[in-house]
Nanobody, 122 residues
Framework: EVQLVESGGGLVRAGGSLRLSCATSGFDFDDYNIGWVRQAPLKAREGVSSISMSRGATHYADSVRGRFTISRDTSKRTVYLQMNDLKPEDTAVYYC???????????????RGQGTRVTVSS
């Protein structure tokens, strides 16, 4: 059973930083692309960033490029999202997502965790 467990969300002021973690289990880590999707109230789900476990290639939405960094620790089966220079518009529930085939369409990744809430105050 694929399991994705997020942690690291919280309340931060604009300009601050947070690091989200996604602990994974139940699938062959190297065969998947893992990403982060966020959903803010009354807004559509947005793919934020993804990383290929096998190649290490990364992808970012324009809205976060240069501020967020995705990384992986294969020994811990964990993916991280370092979020710097946070803005109020980054406020959302952040979900870890995984898919063996999809790459760019992060918001359509098949498996998702329960999410962790990020709130950025102005």
């Amino acid at each position: 059973e694929v399991q994705l467990v997020e942690s690291g969300g919280g309340l931060v002021r604009a300009g601050g930083s947070l690091r989200l973690s996604c602990a994974t289990s139940g699938f062959d880590f190297d065969d998947y692309n893992i990403g982060w999707v966020r959903q803010a109230p009354l807004k559509a789900r947005e793919g934020v960033s993804s990383i290929s476990m096998s190649r290490g290639a990364t992808h970012y939405a324009d809205s976060v490029r240069g501020r967020f960094t995705i990384s992986r620790d294969t020994s811990k089966r964990t993916v991280y999202l370092q979020m710097n220079d946070l803005k109020p518009e980054d406020t959302a529930v952040y979900y870890c997502a995984a898919d063996p085939f999809r790459w760019y369409n992060i918001h359509e990744y098949y498996y998702r965790g329960q999410g962790t809430r990020v709130t950025v105050s102005s």
